[in-house]
């Protein structure tokens, strides 16, 4: 087939349908996927995919190396901690925390974020100024700074340390959402639904939400890797999730001090936080690139 008759074919499909073909084209992007759908379906089955309770305590195998190491004990596939528990277990189950809270951390920056943003950018004067000058005030703090003194205004808890980075990817949301309703509210199909009797909410769930998507879509698969970035840091520095629940930075914590004579126990968290957030930035690269019409997927 001609490249002239798959441009063609291309330009016939739906917009939706044109995103899908430029970004399955990306291979590192369509990785990304994949790996992240991996990661998911693993945390959704994890009582499955285990073979030991993530709490369960083996006191007769304390810090058991992994398969590929001298020493390992059968059965604990990546080996078992300072208290004798399954690592291959807490990190499946630990999944299950960093993912959800990511996915609940992002649902609600973005909910909250087109909100504020879409008030922002259709009312404008002294409510737009007053909301942009709030957002740089906390985009000039750094983001984990922001985070912890928020966790330590509300006390330290798992569900405090997720409101806090959704309080902190918020800007981000408002300021795109904002930009992106200015630009589209002057556009001939704005006006005509106007015309037509839709007002606030209506225009923009109905109008204006469709059209300004794209780069939300974006901005919230890549705050997804903050997301977990962010909950894990907390978790690390002991202001996120508390031991003994298996989230990937309190299993770094409490593993720190055990850096020389067990490496693994500190190791796999990591490499379990770099997967997650590589994927999913790969993903948002991947992403940003299928929905930006000025690239030829060819």
């Known amino acids: ?7 063609t074919e291309i330009y016939d499909l739906t917009p ?3 995103t899908w073909v430029k970004f399955r084209t990306n291979r590192i992007a369509a ?3 994949l790996v992240l759908l991996i990661l998911i379906i693993s945390a959704i089955f994890a009582p499955l995919l285990v073979t030991h309770d993530p709490h369960e305590q083996f006191t007769d195998i304390l810090l058991a190396p992994p398969f590929w190491a001298d020493g390992s004990q059968s059965g604990f596939f ?4 300072d208290l004798g528990r399954d690592m291959f277990s807490r990190l499946i189950y630990g999944a299950r925390y960093s993912l959800f809270l990511g996915f609940a951390i992002v649902s609600l920056a973005l909910f909250f974020g087109v909100a504020i943003g879409a008030i922002a950018g259709m009312k404008r004067g002294l409510l737009e100024t007053v909301i942009l000058r709030l957002m740089d005030i906390m985009l000039a703090i750094p983001a984990i700074l922001l985070a912890i003194v928020i966790v330590a205004l509300l006390g330290a808890s798992l569900m405090n340390a997720a409101m806090a980075v959704s309080i902190v990817l918020l800007p981000h949301f408002v300021r795109i959402t904002r930009a992106a309703v ?3 509210m002057n556009k001939d199909y704005v006006l005509s639904a106007k015309l037509d009797g839709s007002r606030g909410w209506k225009l923009l769930f109905q109008t204006l939400l469709p059209n300004i998507s794209a780069p939300l879509i974006v901005q919230s698969t890549l705050s997804f890797s903050n997301a977990i970035l962010d909950i894990a840091a907390l978790g690390f520095l002991g202001l996120g999730a508390q031991p003994p629940t298996p989230e990937w930075g309190t299993l770094l ?7 020389e004579v067990a490496p693994w126990t500190v190791t796999l968290p990591g490499l379990a936080i770099l997967i997650t957030v590589l994927a999913s930035n790969l993903l948002g690269d991947g992403l ?3 929905l930006d019409p000025r690239i030829d997927p060819l």
């Open 1 to 7: 087939m001609s490249k002239a008759d798959t441009s």
């Open 16 to 18: 939706w349908q044109e």
């Open 31 to 33: 990785l990304g996927l």
């Open 78 to 81: 990546l080996g078992t901690d």
């Open 182 to 184: 200015i630009t589209e």
């Open 253 to 259: 914590s409490s593993s720190r001090e055990f850096i």
């Open 288 to 290: 940003r690139d299928a």
